[in-house]
């Protein structure tokens, strides 16, 4: 299907800013506190989904059941030890070519938004200082369902006020993909293609959509 992109709708951790690492980080310092060991292949389940689900699967690969209270504790220490990470970003980890593609797009006309299932992306915006980059800001705060379920980008194109065919997510993770095809809108996967086969395409990061606008 041939779209006319009116708005687009960017995943934040993975595709803006290279946060992916410092929330594996995270994930693997509770893993093992917790006496098993967490790998990036691992890592690649956790991507797009909630704090919460992340746990529940971190959970499962240590073959672990406990109760609410622990995951509570667990799910805050994992943010305790994220915000030390990140509270120190500046601009020079915005991934390559992200904000000049938004400001490229945004001078054509077309609406930009967050689709973000993180919790923590006002801090993340605000440390980047790019948050006037969007039009509308959905995150983690704003949504009750996380991705795969299209929730996140169907508030945004709601937000925006532009019909969901009309909109193109660009997404890092095989959750995000799935919520972006759930809610009927263009995908483009970045990473590898390997990983995102769903996308409508894949690319390596927003840099190669700059060098082939010639801006
Ligand atoms: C997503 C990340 O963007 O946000 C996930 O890809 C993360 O790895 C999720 O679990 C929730 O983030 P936070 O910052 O609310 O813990
Ligand atoms: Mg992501």
């Not at 790019?130 to 705060?141: A, K, P, R």
């Amino acid at each position: 299907m041939i779209r006319e992109m009116r708005a687009a709708i960017f995943d934040l951790d993975g595709v803006i800013v290279d946060t992916a690492k410092y929330h594996y980080l995270a994930w693997k310092r509770l893993a093992k506190e917790y006496g098993f060991d967490f790998t990036e292949t691992d890592n690649e389940r956790l991507k797009g989904v909630s704090r919460v689900r992340s746990l529940e699967i971190l959970l499962e690969i240590g073959s672990l059941n406990l109760d609410e209270s622990e995951k509570e504790k667990m799910a805050a220490q994992k943010n305790e030890w994220y915000i030390d990470y990140i509270r120190h970003m500046d601009a020079s980890e915005i991934l390559p070519g992200s904000a000049e593609y938004l400001k490229t797009i945004r001078t054509k006309g077309i609406k930009t938004a967050l689709g973000s299932a993180s919790k923590n992306a006002p801090l993340i915006l605000e440390r980047l200082g790019i948050s006037d980059l969007f039009d509308v800001i959905v995150d983690g705060n704003k949504v009750g369902k996380a991705k795969p379920d299209p929730e996140v980008f169907l508030r945004a194109a709601n937000e925006l006020n532009i019909p969901a065919a009309h909109c193109v997510v660009f997404e890092d993770a095989e959750a995000g993909i799935q919520a972006a095809l759930r809610a009927n809108m263009g995908v483009v996967g970045i990473g590898k293609p390997a990983l995102l086969s769903e996308a409508d395409i894949v690319i390596g990061g927003l840099w190669q959509l700059m060098v082939l606008s010639g801006e």
